[in-house]
């Protein structure tokens, strides 16, 4: 099974700090995607990448910026977070689904975080 | 912006019966998945069902299709409490490869 680990399940800093959110994979999928996820909005694409170094914008970017070294890790970086970035984050992975062989998500466990 | 709606936004049902939420998108898709969510953590997948489709089964669970009302429902038959959980639908847009967008969830409580 495809696992994707997030480093840190909860997290509380304060406005203005720099804030890494991390993301690694064990399998060898190209896609990986950042969501929010807010009550009543459900999740947002905020970032995503298809390969090593390549990323594109997802529907809300604005406030974060993501890393792609390598293709097992994909960061979510908070320059300067603020209090409206307070949310539950999910990474995820895009691989093909062994049942219907089409490309489905595989997701982290998520990270809440509470900025002060 | 959101593809997906669900309907309703929250469903209270007693173990063995029968639940069913909706889901509504907006523009011509691949294919269309639902994913659960437990309290807190990450979305797992459970069923997709592609544009040329019109029904699907897995387990207890039942997916129908209507692309012509753009609409799709789960079936959740005989729940338990196990099945308590918020279900997303997710759309995979004809015009936008791997970037599915998701609705904003049922809430699902099934009661012993």
């Known amino acids: 099974d495809v696992k994707v680990t997030q480093s840190s399940r909860y997290l509380v800093k304060r406005t203005g700090e720099k804030v890494f959110l991390e993301c690694v994979q064990d399998m060898d999928h190209e896609n990986m995607f950042w969501y929010r996820q807010d009550p009543g909005l459900g999740l947002r694409l905020i970032y995503f990448?298809?390969?090593?170094?390549?990323?594109e914008k997802g529907d809300i970017p604005e406030g974060y910026s993501v890393s792609r070294e390598k293709k097992e890790r994909f960061s979510l970086i908070l320059e300067s977070a603020s209090t409206n970035q307070t949310s539950m984050y999910l990474c995820?992975?895009?691989?093909?689904?062994?049942?219907?062989?089409?490309?489905?998500?595989?997701f982290g466990a998520g990270s809440r975080l509470t900025v002060l | 912006s959101q593809q997906g709606e669900e309907d309703p936004q929250a469903l209270s049902i007693q173990e063995g019966e029968n639940a069913t939420m909706n889901c509504s998108y907006k523009t011509s898709i691949n294919n269309l998945q639902w994913y659960r969510q437990n309290s807190g953590r990450g979305l797992v997948h459970l069923i997709l069902?592609?544009?040329?489709?019109r029904e699907k089964h897995s387990g207890r669970l039942r997916v129908t299709l209507d692309t012509s009302k753009k609409s799709s429902s789960l079936l959740i038959t005989a729940s338990r409490a196990a099945d308590t959980a918020s279900y997303f639908c997710?759309?995979?847009?004809?015009?936008?490869?791997?970037?599915?967008?998701f609705g904003a969830g049922t809430q699902v409580v099934v009661t012993p």
């Open positions: 990448s298809y390969d090593v170094k390549m990323k």
């Open positions: 997710a759309t995979a847009r004809s015009d936008s490869w791997g970037k599915l967008q």
């Open positions: 995820a992975t895009l691989g093909q689904g062994a049942l219907s062989g089409a490309n489905v998500l595989t």
């Open positions: 069902i592609r544009s040329n489709e």
